[in-house]
């Protein structure tokens, strides 16, 4: 883990075209405090973000049709955000985005694309090179008519990309030519009926996923094939307390970076899901802690994995917690950070 005094993120926003929507901030460790360092425009909706790892280029894309995806210059000293260019992202409604290798990969909510688009020099995107479409329906009437690729996160040597489709209730799984510019689809698995498979995150040593299900508020716990890429499904866990009767969708899954426990957002219960995770990659419910907000779409934990930050889309406001380095409790700590529907937080 990080151990230095400070750390940089960005958060992305759901806001109009002439308005801020991409900020900079600096947690500072030694006074548990989130300050704001710059604030510019990035288009309509630059909501889910993506730092490459040198840590001064950043994706963001924009929900708009066509989708739209930019690159962004961000100072490590001072935050400051400087676009450097914006391209077509191959599809409509792109909510998420990823670099794998030298590429970003990003999903299309709006018409089931997966797209590849080549990163350049100085960390500036260039056109999708590759554009895949899923097919596909599930169960549920409305949100389950068509595909919606919903994530889409690269295996930690960068061979493989896991999309889960929360419309067809897959992860489909696809191999990345890197020399070639292409993915090719290579296996999917099915979760059970009405899931809605959303976002998706890797353990440390990459023979263990997690999926967090909106649909019906669970995480799946995936077996990693690391030489096929390949997954298997081998538990699901609830996301809510066993007496939750509020409606309720899930959104965020993260690990803590050492990997002792895991957390998932709940809208409309408005709390994060505290899970111990054993020495095989399993799940016990530990906790809920309510989110001091609501609709946590999103949320972040800084490097050190000292610190939770919850993004509440309809409150405006990102609140911070401490986690407890023995048990992994949260404490809500200082003061609320004001901010227009935050949709996506990233540290660098």
């Known amino acids: ?187 999917a698995i099915s979760l059970p009926d009405g899931s809605g498979p959303r976002h998706f995150t890797i353990a440390p040593g990459g023979d263990v996923a997690y999926v967090i299900n909106e649909l019906n508020s669970t995480i799946g716990t995936l077996d990693i094939d690391a030489r096929a890429g390949d997954l298997s499904l081998r538990e699901v866990v609830r996301t809510l307390p066993n007496n939750a009767t509020d409606e309720s969708i899930a959104a965020d899954v993260n690990l803590h970076p050492t990997g002792k426990w895991l957390y998932g957002s709940n809208r409309g219960h408005d709390s994060i899901g505290i899970f111990d995770v054993n020495d095989q990659g399993g799940l016990a419910v530990k906790g809920h802690e309510p989110v001091r907000g609501e609709w946590p779409r999103n949320f972040a934990i800084d490097p050190t994995g000292k610190w939770l930050f919850t993004g509440n889309r309809r409150s405006d406001d990102i609140v911070m917690f401490a986690i407890d380095q023995n048990d992994g409790t949260l404490t809500a700590v200082g003061e609320e950070s004001i901010v227009q529907e935050p949709a996506c937080m990233r540290f660098r």
């Open 1 to 187: 883990m990080d151990d230095s005094s400070s750390s940089l993120a960005v958060v992305g926003t759901y806001s109009d075209a002439n308005e801020d929507g991409l900020y900079s901030y600096r947690l500072d460790r030694e006074t548990d405090s989130l300050y704001e360092l710059d604030a510019t425009t990035g288009g309509i909706n630059p909501s889910f973000l993506a730092f490459h790892p040198n840590g001064k280029s950043l994706y963001a894309v924009n929900e708009t049709d066509p989708g739209m995806l930019r690159s962004v210059d961000v100072d490590a000293e001072t935050g400051t955000l400087t676009q450097t260019n914006v391209v077509d992202s191959g599809g409509a409604g792109p909510c998420h985005c990823n670099v794998v290798g030298e590429y970003v990969v990003v999903a299309h909510y709006v018409g089931g694309i997966v797209s590849l688009l080549p990163i350049g020099e100085g960390g500036r995107i260039k056109e999708p090179v590759d554009v895949v479409k899923h097919e596909g329906a599930s169960v549920h009437p409305e949100r389950q008519t068509q595909p919606h690729p919903h994530a889409a996160v690269g295996s930690p040597d960068s061979r493989y990309v896991y999309v889960p489709d929360l419309g067809t209730d897959q992860i489909v799984s696809y191999q990345l030519d890197a020399e070639e510019g292409e993915l090719q689809r290579s296996d």
